[in-house]
């Protein structure tokens, strides 16, 4: 099956710079690739996605990046806001197949 | 339209006893799945299912059972709890199992065995 591995596992960041989270997967016919985020006690909630056919996606501060031939994937979030603190993680699929999550990442935004 | 509805919350059980965590959806979706969480390992999936009456197992399905009788309902249970079973347990569900569409988490159950 897929295996996601996603780096780094922390990050802390000073309010106001970028953050950026990388992903990479191991099967070639994975061509969906969304990302959530997971606030403390809360569950995951879809923040932005990409498919195979698209290099790049934006929404406002948010934007994720695909590298096909490489078979990776990051998520960058600009101008971070205290309110960014928390969990995120990527996930993969190919097809018809299940989600398989990365391992997560806590991001920390420090005022 | 209450989305991914799950139950209990919380439940904290004795090793080797049983029990069932419901999941429920009102979106009419086909897909439904549960995962767990534990520190450092992400979401893994236990069990999943494309339609009622279809069941398959996912990454980590030892220990846990499923049934989709109804296209709204789709419980876990656990036959005989131990304690590597202490997780946080999400239900999840997709209008079908295909690369257009995301899927969409219930709240959460906490589970401790003791």
């Known amino acids: 099956g897929e295996n996601v591995e996603q780096h780094p596992s922390t990050l802390s960041v000073q309010e106001g710079d970028s953050a950026v989270i990388k992903c990479t997967y191991s099967?070639?016919?994975?061509?969906?690739f969304p990302w959530y985020k997971q606030e403390l006690g809360k569950r995951p909630q879809l923040i932005i996605d990409i498919r195979s056919n698209v290099g790049e996606k934006k929404d406002q501060r948010i934007a994720v990046t695909l590298n096909k031939t490489a078979k990776h994937f990051s998520l960058h979030i600009t101008e971070t806001q205290p309110e960014d603190s928390a969990v995120y993680f990527c996930?993969?699929?190919?097809?018809?197949?299940?989600?398989?999550f990365g391992t997560g990442t806590r991001l920390t935004v420090i005022p | 339209n209450a989305g991914v509805t799950q139950t209990p919350k919380f439940q904290v059980l004795k090793t080797g006893q049983s029990m069932t965590l419901q999941c429920a959806q009102d979106?009419?979706?086909?897909?439904m799945s549960w995962y767990r969480q534990d520190p450092g390992m992400g979401l893994r999936l236990i069990h999943y299912s494309v339609g009622a009456g279809i069941t398959d197992q996912g990454e980590v399905p030892n220990g846990y059972n499923v049934s989709r009788s109804t296209t709204e309902d789709f419980p876990l249970r656990l036959l005989s709890a131990a304690p590597s079973q202490t997780s946080v347990y999400f239900c999840a569900s997709s209008p079908r199992l295909n690369s257009g569409n995301t899927i969409y988490f219930g709240e959460g159950s906490w589970l401790t065995v003791v």
């Open positions: 099967d070639s016919a994975s061509n969906y």
């Open positions: 996930a993969a699929r190919a097809g018809a197949n299940n989600l398989f």
């Open positions: 979106m009419n979706h086909e897909y």
